[in-house]
């Protein structure tokens, strides 16, 4: 039988950027004892809210998915090696977008602020699946979770599972196993993160 979890929003330990210039909302972090400062992770999910156009923080050795939860979008410049053209790219809402942790990357909002949900993983030790899933009122999902790590977390809208209510801004934690989620009357939207050791 799948392990069932409900990773509360009020459970989530917030922590200064690596910069220094903004928060970030820990929902997740692998092993435990690992942190963002020392960046002796495995994997880490967490949600910040990007106010102003500002540097990305570097994090050697890892890789990142980015997902724009609510806002219009920004525009992320990165450059891989010094002296070369920042390569530029459009992000839209709930599009995940990867980059390399390592490079110098910077954003610039499109129209107001955002908030993000980001996945990030040890290069060349795990890989990560993350979709959008969009429920249609009243639909049942089966959820296969394939990973080592799952996790379900509500971007719009509560959604029942077999571990509870799934309030907005919550996060289900899983292991492998086939997950029962279920939208209410208005439907919901649902961010899918699978994550599994490599190698």
Request: charged share 25%; glycine share 10%.
């Amino acid at each position: 039988m799948n392990s069932l979890m409900i990773i509360r929003k009020s459970e989530y330990k917030r922590a200064t950027w690596k910069n220094g210039l903004g928060f970030t909302d820990e929902i997740a972090i692998y092993p435990e004892g690992a942190s963002l400062a020392k960046g002796d992770f495995l994997w880490r999910l967490s949600s910040a809210r990007i106010e102003s156009a500002s540097p990305f923080s570097k994090f050697p050795a890892h890789d990142r998915v980015l997902v724009i939860l609510r806002g219009n979008g920004i525009r992320m410049a990165h450059r891989y090696e010094e002296g070369d053209p920042e390569e530029i790219n459009e992000v839209g809402p709930l599009e995940p977008y990867e980059f390399p942790g390592d490079i110098q990357s910077r954003c610039e909002l499109m129209k107001g602020a955002i908030t993000d949900f980001s996945v990030f993983t040890e290069t060349g030790r795990i890989g990560a699946q993350v979709a959008v899933q969009e429920l249609s009122p009243d639909e049942d999902f089966i959820w296969n979770s394939e990973g080592r790590w799952n996790f379900a977390f509500a971007i719009d809208r509560s959604i029942e599972t077999d571990a509870g209510a799934l309030p907005e801004g919550d996060t289900l934690s899983c292991g492998p196993g086939e997950v029962r989620l279920t939208a209410g009357g208005e439907g919901a939207k649902l961010l899918l993160v699978s994550l599994e050791a490599l190698g």
